[in-house]
């Protein structure tokens, strides 16, 4: 399913908005619709959908769209961003929907912060119709690449930066959970973001840093001369981060 996905004189005001709207990250959406395989007036749901930026994406092409998150800010700018959806306040272990629902079931970025994935794969389980696709999405943390002039040091801080989520390897695990799950014919693919600007992570490589001095992996100073280094290979065009992101789809 190819969509369309650049949108004219919408506000993006946040991080995270600034984030969806960068070409890689338009291109994993992109993938992951591809992988649903429905056609317009199949209904799909968006599971932990955030400000929107997929349901947008997905009730522009023409699908019966739902977004669920727990969280009501995020369902607000969600539902601000698209009017031809429908949107629910809900967690992903319990979502308002009747059995055999849906056609599609996305979830991107969402089983990293699960302790246990068990229950929500077992509702996407059980709103899915029979022959219905599931699309999980997400980054593998132990995966992360990032040059550094002292590269065990750069090791040690991306394991703070894993310390700040539940289930930071969890995608690497996505095929094993879908496949006990019942979901047959999984298909996996790998989506290479590579980043040479500093400035678009540099708030993500503060985060790891200040995770890393707090689990007392490393020290204040080793903190701030890291991040002076990976500052000063932005300035000198020396930054590199590769970000694989895992798509796994299989069939209800």
Request: charged share 25%.
């Given at each position: ?13 946040s ?22 395989g ?20 997905l009730?522009?092409?023409h ?5 669920v ?76 690449l ?23 390897r969890?995608?690497?695990s ?16 790998v ?5 040479t ?15 890393a ?16 280094d ?14 694989p ?8």
């Amino acid at each position: 399913m190819n969509l369309k996905l650049h949108r004219e004189g919408m506000a993006e005001p946040s991080f995270l908005d600034r984030i969806e709207q960068l070409p890689g990250a338009v291109a994993l959406r992109a993938a992951s619709y591809d992988l649903l395989g429905l056609s317009p007036g199949d209904t799909v749901v968006d599971v932990g959908c955030g400000a929107g930026h997929a349901v947008a994406d997905l009730a522009a092409a023409h699908l019966k769209t739902i977004g669920v998150d727990p969280d009501p800010d995020a369902i607000a700018v969600a539902r601000s961003r698209t009017a031809d959806a429908m949107f629910h306040v809900a967690r992903s272990d319990d979502l308002p929907l009747e059995d055999a629902s849906v056609d599609g079931y996305r979830a991107a970025r969402l089983f990293h912060l699960l302790d246990d994935p068990r229950p929500t794969l077992a509702e996407a389980w059980r709103v899915l119709r029979p022959g219905g696709r599931i699309v999980l999405v997400g980054q593998d943390y132990g995966f992360l690449l990032l040059d550094g002039t002292d590269q065990d040091l750069t090791d040690v801080v991306l394991l703070g930066l894993e310390s700040r989520t539940p289930a930071p390897r969890a995608a690497r695990s996505y095929r094993d959970l879908l496949l006990d799950q019942g979901f047959r014919e999984p298909e996996v693919a790998v989506h290479n973001e590579i980043v040479t600007d500093y400035a678009q992570l540099a708030t993500q490589l503060e985060s790891a840093a200040a995770a890393a001095v707090e689990k007392a992996l490393i020290t204040q100073q080793d903190a701030a001369d890291w991040l002076a280094d990976q500052a000063d290979r932005g300035r000198r065009d020396r930054f590199l981060a590769v970000l694989p992101v895992l798509l796994v789809a299989a069939t209800r």
